[in-house]
């Protein structure tokens, strides 16, 4: 039973480009979690999803930071025009429907990505 | 808002000495309480988790955690420290189960070991 699949692992990037990061939850998951970790500090939320609806996007950027999870399909979380303090340890959980749940999320292994 | 505070950044124990991680939550109800590990450039990894019942529990690797209502705490703790155990410990606070759940993190208390 595969985990939660992140891609890529690595992502450089120049300041202006788009970076793309992609999750794929667990099999059975139906709600997918974004967090940020900058260095030397813990995990912050950005977004939470579930299959074509953001359920709650208040950790995310008002601007060029976007979540996607659609049909079908990875998890898509898109960074247009990075900047060098878009550097960081982007991380996807997830968890199984309501009424399944137990609380935990489960979660990849990270995508970090390098802006020059 | 719940929140979590983890006040050790850093700490250093000898190879088979006893450790106790601090985290002290805010939250209004009833709280799942989380205890996650992550080694250098990985994920991370469920230690063990509090829902209800026996405030002392159990978890993987040879850890333990206490839930405490009055202190608003939940420390985590192991008798003896293996050099494998270095790394970052992160207690995490959410809403619960039944519906899908958005954890708050502490910031962490990175663990070294002394050979």
């Known amino acids: 039973n595969a985990g939660v699949m992140q891609n890529p692992r690595h992502l450089v990037r120049r300041r202006g480009q788009e970076a793309r990061l992609r999750c794929s939850p667990m099999k059975g998951h139906s709600h997918v979690y974004w967090y940020r970790q900058l260095p030397e500090e813990g995990l912050k939320f950005m977004v939470y999803l579930q299959k074509e609806n953001i359920i709650d996007e208040s950790g995310m950027p008002k601007e060029r930071f976007s979540a996607e999870f659609p049909k079908e399909g990875p998890s898509i979380l898109r960074i247009q025009q990075v900047v060098r303090g878009d550097s960081a340890a982007y991380f996807c959980?997830?968890?199984?429907?309501?009424?399944?749940?137990?609380?935990?999320?489960?979660f990849g292994e990270g995508s970090r990505l390098t802006v020059l | 808002a719940q929140s979590v505070t983890q006040p050790d950044i850093h700490i250093t124990v000898s190879e088979g000495a006893s450790l106790e991680l601090r985290c002290n939550y805010s939250y209004g109800a009833t709280p799942y309480l989380f205890w996650y590990v992550q080694s250098p450039g990985q994920g991370l990894q469920l230690l063990l988790k509090?829902?209800?019942?026996?405030?002392l529990v159990q978890g993987i690797k040879g850890f333990e955690a206490e839930f405490k209502r009055s202190q608003s705490s939940f420390n985590l703790r192991k008798p003896s420290v293996h050099w494998s155990d270095a790394a970052e410990y992160f207690c995490a606070v959410g809403a619960g189960g039944g519906t899908a759940s958005k954890l708050t993190f502490g910031t962490g208390t990175r663990l070294q070991v002394t050979l």
């Open positions: 959980a997830s968890s199984p429907p309501a009424g399944f749940n137990t609380g935990e999320l489960f």
């Open positions: 509090y829902f209800s019942g026996d405030t």
